[in-house]
């Protein structure tokens, strides 16, 4: 056997085998072709890649095309976050200020300390020259927010509404304060008639009695007996313990009790009151009575000399 048939016979005993990368191609794309070849040739990308190629494509497309709406959803969230978390300080922030009102105002009607009256000792005490007046003057009738938010509810009144002397009174039908004060401004609202409009406005700080008693006189004002009803509450304050003694007061005050019983029953005055403290907190009322003389605020009681002093100044002044 010469050297040409020895490697002859070698290479039909051991024949050559595939290159690796023409062996992995049969795992992608399958059977062989027609032409002997596993898979496609290097220049056309299998199916498989194709495929691979353009999901990629559309992963990334949606990837941009997404992200704004995460955005906008993100912001979103933090606005409303940022609005409650605001509402909740707010509401807190009230009910401190309520709590400390309420507490104010059951150590003034409880130990009978009255603040200073700042507007009374200037009308009386300093009001000595003629400039000190005009300012004087210029504070008690001007028109602001204030004496727009005091006299914004004027259905209870006494006296004169075409006056340009308003007087506001925040009173609670519990207040012994209020009971001190309510025979002297009665008296002078019945003296200067025509010269003031006295309004009245409930303020019920000392529980749920006070509740009870401003809505019973709000819906006895349907009847068109608020002030003899009024009156009642005030004298007989600290003996009104039962319906029924509520009763006995409408009854004398010429009131349908039927009907002011259903009427306070139903609620039917409750925002109402609820409004009136709104307001009554806006104004930095701290205790009843307080009263707001064409938006000027004096608290606790006031004398008959110190009410006719205030309504003959203002007389003198706008009548200069």
């Known amino acids: 056997m010469n ?3 020895f490697k ?4 039909q005993a051991n024949p050559p085998s595939l290159p690796l990368n023409e062996s992995a191609d049969s795992f992608f794309s399958g ?3 027609e032409s002997g070849n ?5 220049n056309q990308p299998s199916q498989n890649e194709r495929f691979l190629s353009q999901s990629s494509r559309g992963v990334i497309y949606r990837k941009k095309s997404g992200w704004w709406r995460w955005a ?3 912001i979103f969230a933090l606005a409303v976050s940022a609005f409650s978390i605001s509402v909740f300080m ?3 922030e009230r009910q401190r200020v309520l709590n400390e009102i309420v507490d104010r105002a059951e150590q003034m009607t409880a130990t009978g300390k009255l603040e200073s009256n700042p507007l009374v000792q200037e009308l009386i005490d300093k009001a000595t020259t003629s400039s000190e007046l005009a300012a004087t003057s210029t504070n008690m009738v001007a028109k602001d927010k204030n004496r727009e938010l005091a006299e914004r509810y004027g259905s209870s009144f006494l006296g004169n509404q075409t006056s340009t002397l308003v007087i506001v009174e925040f009173a609670d039908f519990d207040c012994p304060i209020c009971l001190e004060e309510f025979p002297i401004i009665r008296s002078v609202v019945s003296k200067y008639q025509n010269d003031v409009l006295f309004i009245f406005r409930n303020y019920p700080v000392k529980g749920n009695n006070s509740i009870m008693l401003a809505q019973a006189a709000l819906c006895a004002e349907e009847q068109g007996k608020f002030w003899q009803f009024h009156d009642r509450l005030f004298t007989n304050q600290g003996k009104i313990k039962t319906t029924d003694d509520v009763k006995n007061l409408a009854t004398m005050s010429g009131l349908n009790w039927d009907k002011l019983n259903q009427c306070v029953v139903s609620d039917k005055y409750h925002q109402r009151l609820m409004q009136d403290s709104q ?3 806006d104004l930095g009322v701290r205790g009843t009575p307080t009263f707001f003389i064409n938006g000027n605020k004096l608290e606790g009681a006031i004398s008959v000399a110190d009410w006719e002093a205030i309504i003959k100044k203002h007389k003198e002044l706008t009548q200069q």
Not at 8 to 11: H, I
């Open 38 to 42: 596993f898979g496609l040739s290097n």
């Open 3 to 5: 050297f040409e048939e």
């Open 90 to 92: 707010e509401m807190q």
């Open 31 to 33: 059977a062989p072709s």
């Open 8 to 11: 002859n016979s070698q290479n």
């Open 279 to 281: 307001d009554a907190l």
């Open 72 to 74: 906008v959803l993100i």
